[in-house]
C-alpha cells in the first residue's frame, strides 16, 4: 500500500500584520507535515482513550458485535469442515442441505452484525473528532494573543486538520479493525488449537515468524516515515517560501538559484520516500510467503497426521481455511501500527495546543466595567515581549475622560505596545494600569473589552455580507441599527453602491473591497459596538487622498465625547490632540501639546521638521 | 485519460523500472494462483491416496513457489516505488521550474497559494496512483483474470456460479461508489467550512477578543463541527454498507459451490479438493474484482488533481525573451515612455494607463503621485518588464524592453515592492540575495544607507541573525528597509521604490533619502509614494490621474500650477505648514 503523507495545504500565504513587534508577513515553511513519532505515546494513548471512553456505551456494544462476528468467522470453516467430512464424503445429502443452510445462516448474521459494527463506531469515532475539534477550538478561543503571535497561521490550521484527520482515520477504521483482528487471531488460535491440537500448534508456527517479520521491517519503516516526513516538511517549505516570494526572486532574477534549492530539497525527499515506501511494500510479499509457507506446513503436516490417523481431511480442509484467516489479521495489524504511530503523533500535536496556557482568568470579585468615564492611567508600566529585550520602560501617562491621546514616534517604539498593554493582549511586566481608577487586572476582561472599540491598521473582515460585517460589533443590534452606524462612518454611500448594498458577501479579506473601504466598515463596526474608550490605529500609508478625507470625518464623530489614544500618522490628528505623546525607545520622551512640543525644539521638533522642511520654506 | 496521456511522458525515463514492475507483478501473481491447484493436489491425491511423499513434495513445491512470488513481489515493489517516487520528483520539479518561469500575469491569474497547493497537494495524489497502477491496479486485474480462468480449468460447473454472483457485485459497487462520491463530496464541503472559520478565527484574532466575540466564535464552529460530523456518519455508514454486501455475495458463492460441488462430488464428478480450490479462486476473484472498482475511484480522484497541474504546465509565460534579445545593457539608466497604454485584463477593459509619455534621464530621482489605483505600481512594475505594455513602449537605455533579456534588464533594474517579502536565513543571506558575490563591505554599506545597519548590529548575531520564525522578528518598517538594502547591494542603474518606506517613521525616511542622494547619484531613481513628504525632495513629481500623466513638474512648479497636486499637499500638510509658518 502506499502509504499516504498527510501534506494538505490548508493554509493561505501568511498574512501581513503590521503594527506589531511579532511576527509579520515571514518567510517561512508553514508547519506541514514534519510529523514525528510521539514522545509520550503512552501518555498521549491515555488522553486519547478518555475523549474514546466518552463512548463507553456505544464502545462496548462494538466490542461485543465484534466478538460476535469474529466468532461467527471461525463458524463458517468449522462448518465447511463439517460439510466436508460429514456430509459429502458421507454421501449425506440431506445433512449437506442442513450444513449449507446453517452456513447461509452464519454468513448473513455475520455481515449483518459487521454493518452494525461500522454503524455504531463510525458514529463513535465522529463524535469523538468532533469532541477533540470544539475542544481545540474552545481553547484556541482562550489562548492569549502572544500565542498567535508566534505561530504561523499555517501550523495551527495543520493541527487543527490534518492532525485531526489522521486521528480520525485511525478511530473510525483502527478500532475495529484492530478490536477484530486481535479476536479472529485468539478465536482462530484457540479453535485450532480445540479441533486438533497437534495440527493446531504446527499451524501456529507462522506466529513467531510474522511477528519476527514485522519487527524487522517497521525499525527500518518507523526511521524511514520519520524521515520521509522530515524531507517532505523541509520541501514543502521551500515551495511555500519561494512561491510566496516568487515576485521578489523574478525581480532579482534568481529563478536558476530557487529552482537549485527546490531540486535539493525535492531529491531528499525523494530519496527518503523511496526508502520508507520500499521497505513498507516489503511487508505485503513477504508476509505473503509466510503466509503460503504455513499453509503448505499445515497441508503437510496435516496429511501426515492423517496418515498416522490423528486428522481427518475435512479437518485439513477447515485449517487450510483457519491459516488463510490467520494472515490477513496479522498483516493487518502490522499496519495498523504503523497508522496508530502516526496517529498519537498527529494527537501529540493537538493536545499541545490544549496544553498552552490560556489568558489569565479574572481573578476573584473582579469587577465589570459598566459606565466608563474614560479615566486612563498608565503608572510606571514596564513590558518586554521576549525576556531582556523590554519595550516600554517606566511609561507613566494619564489621560482624562474624552480627551484625545495622540502617540507619536519611530516605528518600533512602543506605539502599538500601548495599545496591546491597554486591551490585556498582553500582560504588564511591572507598573499599574486603571482605568477610572482601577487596576486592568481586577477588572473582567470581557467587560473591559466590551468598553474599548479599536480600529486597527490592517481592517478584518469575514466571509459574509456587509450588515453582518458591521454587526458584529453588537450582534443584537437591528438592521436600522446597523444602517444608521454606516451613515455615521460615511460608508452608506459605498455601500450602497455595491452589486447587493449592505446584502452584498465579501470575499474573505475583503479582497472585493479597497482599503479606505475597509477601514471605513471597522469604524461602522466600533460605531455600533459604542464603546467608551477608543483605540485608533490610524493607518493612511495606502489610501488615497479622498477616502482618507472620508474616513477622517467618520474617525472625528466617532471620537467625540469619548477618550480616545490614536497611532497618530495624520497631522490634523496630532494638531487636535489634548496630549500628544512622543515614544522613542520604549519611554515617553516627550509630552504636551503640538504647539508646545514644537516650541520644545526638542526630539518632536526635529521630526516635524524633517517632514516638512521643504514644504515651510516655500510657503513662509 | 487524456491527461494522463499528457503526463505520461514523465514516466519515460523509467520505463524499465515501469514495464519490468508489472511483469514480476504478473510473476507473483501467476505463484499465488497457482497455490490453490497445488493445495487440491495434496488433498485430493496425495491425502486421498494417503502418499506422503506427494504431500510432502507438493508442500515443498508450495513454498518453493511463494519463495519466486516473493521475488515477484519484492522486485515490483523496488522498481515500483522508485519509478513513481522518480516520476513524482521529476513532475514535480518541471512543475516548479515552470512556475519560475510564469510571468506576473500567469501569476495573478494563477494565485500563489493555489501554486503552492498543485505542487504539493495535487503532485503527491498523481504519484500515488502512478505507484497504485504500478504496483496494485496490475495485480488486481491480473489477479481476476487468473483466478477466473483457474477456477474455469477447476471446475466449469462451479465456475457458472460467478455468473451469477460477478453482475451483483459490480451492480452493488456502483451504486456504492456513486453515492459515495456524492457524500464525500458533501464532506469536503464542510471539511471546506471548518477551514474557513479557523482561517478566519485566526487571521482576526485581535478583532475577536477586541468585541469579545469568542461565544460567538464558538457556535459558529460548533454549527460547521455538527454539519462535518452528521454528514462524516452519514457518508461512513452508506459506505459501510459495501462490505458486508460484499461478504455476503462472497459466501453466498461458497455455500453455492459447497452445495453444488458437494452433491456432484456424491455423484462422483468431482472431487472435495477441487471444490476447496473453487472456494480460493472465488474468494480471490470477488475481492480483486472490488479492488479493481476501489483503485478506479482513486484513479478518477487523482483526475482533478492532474487537470490542475496540467493547466499549470499548459500556461506559457506572458513575458519572453524575444530571440535576439540583448544580453548587455550599457547601463546608464535612461528611462522612456512613449504612449504607453496598459490593461491587465483583455484589450477591451479599461485601461490602466491610457498613454503616457515620460522621459527620465540617468541620475535623476523622479516621484510619482496619484490616488490609489491610478496606476502609479503598475507604471513601475512596467520597467522591470514584469507585465508587457499593450500600446507603444518602453525604453530602457535607449532599447525597447522587449529586446532585453529579462535577466540583463531585472539586474539593472531594482525593485523594492509595496510588501516586503524576506526568506528564510540569515540577514546577510537576505542582503546578499540579489547578488551572492556581494563583499560584506557592500552588504554593510547598503544596510547603512537604508538605515538599517543600527538595528541589525542591535541584535545580538548582527548580520548572521535569523529571520523567520525560528529567528527574530522584525517590525514592518524594518523589514522594509532591509528589503532597500537588498536591493541596494545590487547596484542597479535603475532603482524603484514603490511605496516601499510606507511603514517606516519619517524621520528615517528622510534619512534614507538623503543617503541614496549622497551616495547614488549615478543611479535613476523612481519613487512611488502615497507621502507627499517623500516625494518633496525629486527633480522631477509626476502626478498621475485618470489612467494619465496629470502634471509634471518640481514642487515648486506643480503647487503653482497644477490643482491636483495642491489638493494632495494641502490635505496633508497643507494647514500645519500655515500653523508653522
Keep these: 500500500m502506499a502509504e499516504r503523507p498527510a501534506n494538505r495545504t490548508q493554509s493561505g500565504p501568511p498574512r501581513p500584520m503590521p503594527g506589531r513587534p511579532g511576527m509579520g508577513r515571514g518567510p517561512m515553511g ?54 466436508i467430512d460429514d456430509n459429502i464424503l458421507q454421501n449425506d445429502l440431506p445433512g449437506l442441505m442442513r450444513t449449507a443452510l446453517l452456513m447461509l445462516g452464519a454468513y448473513s448474521l455475520a455481515a449483518l452484525i459487521h454493518y452494525g459494527e461500522a454503524y455504531v463506531m463510525s458514529g463513535v469515532s465522529q463524535r469523538t473528532v468532533r469532541h477533540l475539534r470544539r475542544d481545540l477550538f474552545d481553547k484556541l478561543q482562550t489562548l492569549p494573543l502572544r ?38 487471531l485468539v478465536m482462530v488460535a484457540s479453535t485450532m488449537l480445540a479441533l486438533n491440537w497437534r495440527l493446531g500448534l504446527v499451524s501456529l508456527v507462522t506466529l513467531p515468524l510474522m511477528a519476527g517479520l514485522t519487527r524487522f521491517i517497521t525499525r527500518y519503516t518507523r526511521r524511514g516515515f520519520r524521515e520521509q516526513q522530515a524531507t517532505l516538511g523541509a520541501l514543502n517549505g521551500v515551495i511555500e517560501e519561494t512561491v510566496t516570494g516568487l515576485p521578489v526572486i523574478k525581480s532579482m532574477g534568481r529563478e536558476e538559484a530557487a529552482i537549485q534549492q527546490f531540486g535539493v530539497a525535492n531529491q531528499a525527499y525523494r530519496a527518503a520516500a523511496t526508502f520508507a515506501q520500499t521497505y513498507a511494500g516489503l511487508l505485503g510479499p513477504m508476509s505473503n510467503v509466510i503466509h503460503n509457507t504455513g499453509i503448505a506446513i499445515v497441508a503437510g503436516a496435516g496429511g501426515w497426521l492423517t496418515l498416522a490417523g490423528y486428522a481427518t481431511i475435512g479437518t485439513i480442509a477447515s485449517f487450510i481455511s483457519y491459516a488463510r484467516q490467520f ?90 505596545t500601548v495599545v496591546n498593554l491597554l486591551t490585556r493582549f498582553y500582560d504588564i511586566d511591572s507598573g499599574s494600569i486603571r482605568i477610572d481608577g482601577v487596576d486592568l487586572r481586577e477588572l473582567q476582561m470581557d467587560s473591559l473589552r466590551r468598553e474599548l472599540g479599536i480600529v486597527l491598521q490592517d481592517t478584518v473582515l469575514f466571509a459574509d455580507t456587509v450588515m453582518e460585517n458591521i454587526r458584529y460589533g453588537r450582534l443584537d443590534a437591528t438592521d436600522e441599527e446597523v444602517i444608521q452606524a454606516a451613515v455615521l462612518a460615511n460608508a452608506d454611500h459605498f455601500i450602497r453602491r455595491l452589486p447587493h448594498g449592505y446584502e452584498t ?10 482599503q479606505g473601504q475597509r477601514q471605513l466598515l471597522a469604524i461602522a463596526r466600533v460605531m455600533l459596538a459604542d464603546p467608551g474608550i477608543l483605540v485608533l490605529d490610524e493607518a493612511t500609508s495606502s489610501i488615497d487622498t479622498r477616502t482618507e478625507q472620508h474616513i477622517q470625518e467618520a474617525l472625528l464623530k466617532l471620537m467625540e465625547g469619548r477618550t480616545a489614544f490614536v497611532i497618530a500618522h495624520r497631522l490634523s490628528t496630532i494638531r487636535n490632540a489634548d496630549q500628544v505623546l512622543v515614544i522613542n525607545d520604549g519611554q515617553i520622551i516627550e509630552r504636551g501639546t503640538h504647539q508646545e512640543l514644537l516650541d520644545m525644539g526638542g526630539f518632536y521638533h526635529r521630526l516635524y521638521m524633517s517632514q516638512f522642511k521643504v514644504a515651510t520654506p516655500e510657503i513662509a | 485519460m487524456q491527461l494522463i496521456r499528457r503526463l505520461l511522458p514523465y514516466l519515460r525515463p523509467y520505463w524499465r523500472e515501469a514495464l519490468i514492475a508489472p511483469f514480476l507483478m504478473l510473476l507473483e501473481v501467476a505463484m499465488d494462483l497457482a497455490q490453490p491447484r497445488l493445495m487440491q493436489h495434496i488433498v485430493d491425491v496425495g491425502i486421498a491416496q494417503l502418499d506422503m511423499g506427494i504431500v510432502l513434495r507438493t508442500g515443498a513445491l508450495m513454498i518453493g513457489l511463494a519463495l519466486v512470488g516473493m521475488i515477484g513481489g519484492v522486485g515490483n515493489c523496488v522498481l515500483g516505488v522508485r ?186 464428478g ?103 489605483g491610478s496606476g502609479k505600481s503598475t507604471l513601475a512594475h512596467l520597467i522591470p518588464r514584469f507585465y508587457d505594455v499593450k500600446a507603444g513602449r518602453l525604453m530602457v537605455d535607449g532599447l525597447d524592453v522587449r529586446e532585453i533579456q529579462q535577466q540583463t534588464l531585472r539586474r539593472q533594474v531594482a525593485i523594492v515592492m509595496q510588501e516586503p517579502f524576506l526568506f528564510s536565513g540569515t540577514i546577510a543571506e537576505n542582503l546578499r540575495y540579489g547578488r551572492p558575490e556581494a563583499t560584506d563591505e557592500e552588504v554593510i554599506l547598503a544596510a547603512k544607507l537604508a538605515q538599517a545597519h543600527d538595528f ?49 517613521d519619517v524621520e528615517t525616511e528622510a534619512l534614507i533619502q538623503g543617503a541614496l542622494e549622497e551616495h547614488l547619484k549615478d543611479c535613476t531613481r523612481i519613487v512611488v509614494a502615497q507621502r507627499i513628504s517623500t516625494v518633496l525632495n525629486a527633480d522631477s513629481i509626476i502626478v498621475l490621474e485618470g489612467a494619465r500623466v496629470a502634471a509634471q513638474g518640481t514642487h515648486s512648479e506643480l503647487i503653482q500650477s497644477s490643482p491636483i497636486y495642491r489638493e494632495i499637499y494641502e490635505s496633508q500638510l497643507g494647514n500645519g505648514v500655515v500653523a508653522h509658518g
Design chain 2, 83 to 268: 519509478a513513481a517516487q522518480s516520476y513524482g520528483a521529476d513532475l514535480r520539479e518541471d512543475l516548479y521550474r515552470k512556475i519560475q518561469s510564469l510571468s506576473f500575469g500567469n501569476l495573478d491569474a494563477l494565485g500563489t497559494g493555489e501554486l503552492v497547493t498543485r505542487l504539493t497537494n495535487d503532485v503527491t495524489q498523481i504519484q500515488e496512483v502512478v505507484m497504485i497502477t504500478l504496483r496494485i491496479l496490475v495485480r488486481s486485474p491480473l489477479m481476476l483474470v487468473g483466478s477466473l480462468t483457474m477456477m474455469i480449468i477447476t471446475s466449469p460447473r462451479l465456475a457458472l456460479l460467478l455468473l451469477a454472483l460477478v453482475p451483483i457485485v459490480l451492480v452493488g459497487l456502483t451504486i456504492v461508489i456513486k453515492y459515495a462520491h456524492a457524500l464525500f463530496t458533501a464532506v469536503q464541503k464542510a471539511i471546506d467550512g471548518i477551514n474557513t472559520v479557523v482561517q478566519e478565527n485566526l487571521a482576526s484574532v485581535r478583532v475577536i477578543k477586541a468585541f469579545v466575540r469568542q461565544n460567538h466564535e464558538r457556535k459558529r464552529f460548533a454549527g460547521a463541527n455538527e454539519d462535518l460530523t452528521a454528514r462524516s456518519i452519514r457518508a461512513e455508514r452508506t459506505v459501510a454498507l459495501f462490505g458486508p454486501f460484499l461478504m455476503m455475495s462472497l459466501n453466498l458463492g461458497i455455500v453455492g459451490v459447497i452445495w453444488f460441488g458437494g452433491v456432484d462430488v456424491t455423484r462422483g
Design chain 2, 270 to 372: 468431482s472431487q472435495v479438493g477441487q471444490i476447496m480450490a473453487s472456494i480460493n479462486y472465488l474468494t480471490t476473484t470477488l475481492m480483486s474484482l472490488m479492488m479493481v472498482g476501489m483503485l478506479l475511484t482513486r484513479v478518477s480522484r487523482a483526475q482533478a488533481s492532474a487537470e490542475r497541474v496540467t493547466e499549470v504546465l499548459d500556461s506559457e509565460p506572458v513575458v519572453v525573451d524575444a530571440p535576439e534579445a540583448v544580453a548587455e545593457l550599457s547601463g546608464r539608466g535612461r528611462v522612456a515612455l512613449e504612449g504607453v497604454v496598459f490593461s491587465y485584463g483583455s484589450d477591451g477593459e479599461e485601461p490602466v494607463l491610457a498613454g503616457v509619455d515620460l522621459a527620465i534621464e540617468p541620475g535623476q530621482t523622479v516621484a510619482i503621485l496619484g490616488a490609489t
Design chain 1, 147 to 184: 500565542y498567535f503571535d508566534t505561530r504561523t497561521h499555517g501550523e495551527t490550521m495543520s493541527r487543527l486538520t490534518n492532525d485531526v484527520d489522521t486521528i480520525s482515520a485511525v478511530l473510525s477504521m483502527g478500532v475495529t479493525q484492530f478490536i477484530s483482528s486481535a479476536l479472529t
Design chain 2, 456 to 504: 541589525i548590529m542591535s541584535f545580538p548575531d548582527g548580520y548572521d541573525t535569523l529571520l523567520g520564525q525560528r529567528g527574530v522578528n522584525v517590525s514592518g518598517g524594518q523589514k522594509q528597509r532591509l528589503a532597500i538594502a537588498r536591493a541596494l547591494v545590487m547596484r542597479p542603474a535603475i532603482l524603484i521604490l514603490d511605496d516601499s518606506t510606507s511603514s517606516v
Design chain 1, 30 to 83: 508553514i508547519g506541514m507535515g514534519a510529523i514525528e513519532r510521539a514522545e509520550n505515546p503512552k501518555g498521549t494513548l491515555r488522553r486519547l482513550w478518555r475523549y474514546l471512553s466518552a463512548q463507553r456505551a456505544a464502545l462496548i456494544l462494538t466490542v461485543v458485535l465484534v466478538g460476535f462476528s469474529s466468532a461467527l468467522g471461525v463458524v463458517g470453516p468449522y462448518l465447511m469442515g463439517v460439510a
Design chain 1, 327 to 416: 494472515g490477513r489479521p496479522l498483516n493487518m495489524m502490522a499496519n495498523l501500527y504503523n497508522m496508530l504511530l502516526s496517529a498519537l503523533a498527529g494527537a501529540e500535536r493537538v493536545f499541545q495546543i490544549m496544553d498552552e496556557l490560556p489568558e489569565p482568568e479574572d481573578v476573584p470579585g473582579a469587577r465589570s466595567l459598566d459606565h466608563v468615564r474614560g479615566d486612563v492611567a498608565f503608572e510606571e508600566v514596564c513590558f518586554a515581549y521576549t525576556e531582556g529585550v523590554p519595550v516600554l520602560k517606566n511609561v507613566s501617562f494619564h489621560a482624562q475622560p474624552g480627551q484625545t491621546i495622540a502617540l507619536v514616534g519611530p516605528t518600533g517604539a512602543g506605539k502599538t
Design chain 1, 505 to 514: 458577501k465579501l470575499s474573505e479579506q475583503g479582497g472585493n473591497l479597497s
